[in-house]
């Protein structure tokens, strides 16, 4: 179901930027690239989308390649509570629901 | 604005029992989504509603579940007869938009 791939995990340090790839090779022209996070026993938090161009808000930016095949998510300063699983999700134009992959689990070190 | 509540916030119940899971969207939102997220696993999407209509109910087993969204209340999930394979976390999420915002999830046990 999925039409993502993410590393299963990544660590970062305390306050160092982090960049959190997806792979999307299939994407059409109508998907939009989602990102949610999950912190733990939480429910999933929207983080950022877009379409083609980069994105930025007061979480994190979204930084969408050219062919749009792929996608990276940046953390400027990753803080303790930025540990949770982060989801890249493509959602297809006129459609509501999201599919979920497996995401990849972030660690930050102190 | 409360956000998207859930209850009740854990739910145990015996295999056969039925189990109700509540929803209340976050206020102005008319869609509701329902997601079920077994152990070590990803969300997956179950149904769709808006109030009193069911848009997309793709993701839901074909028997035992069902959900509504009256024009008054919470929208509940409602699984019949319940069999072990049903623990999970239940969440739920309503939206305006683009962006879904999620309740704390209803984890369900059954014993």
Not at chain 1, 75 to 97: M, N, P, Q, W
Not at chain 2, 42 to 62: A, C, H, R, T, W
Request: charge should be positive; aromatic fraction near 8%; include cysteine.
């Amino acid at each position: 179901d999925a039409k993502t791939t993410q590393p299963n995990s990544m660590e970062s340090n305390e306050e160092e930027p982090v960049h959190l790839p997806c792979n999307h090779s299939t994407i059409s022209g109508t998907d939009y690239i989602h990102w949610y996070r999950q912190l733990p026993s939480q429910g999933p938090e929207y983080v950022i989308h877009g379409l083609t161009s980069n994105v930025n808000n007061r979480m994190a930016s979204l930084a969408i390649a050219e062919d749009r095949k792929s996608s990276t998510l940046i953390l400027h300063r990753a803080t303790l509570r930025d540990a949770a699983v982060y989801y890249c999700i493509l959602r297809e134009g006129g459609s509501e629901k999201l599919v979920f992959g497996k995401g990849t689990k972030l660690t930050v070190n102190p | 604005n409360a956000g998207v509540m859930q209850n009740p916030r854990h739910l145990v119940r015996r295999r056969g029992q039925e189990a109700r899971l509540r929803c209340s969207p976050m206020k102005g939102h008319s869609h509701v989504y329902w997601y079920r997220q077994l152990p070590e696993e990803g969300l997956k999407f179950m149904v769709y509603l808006q109030k009193e209509n069911i848009i997309d109910e793709s993701g839901m087993p074909k028997e035992r579940f069902s959900a509504e969204f009256p024009k008054e209340g919470p929208s509940i999930l409602r699984i019949q007869q319940v069999v072990r394979g049903d623990s999970a976390a239940y969440f739920c999420a309503s939206s305006l938009r683009n962006e879904q915002f999620f309740g704390p999830g209803t984890r369900l046990t059954v014993l």
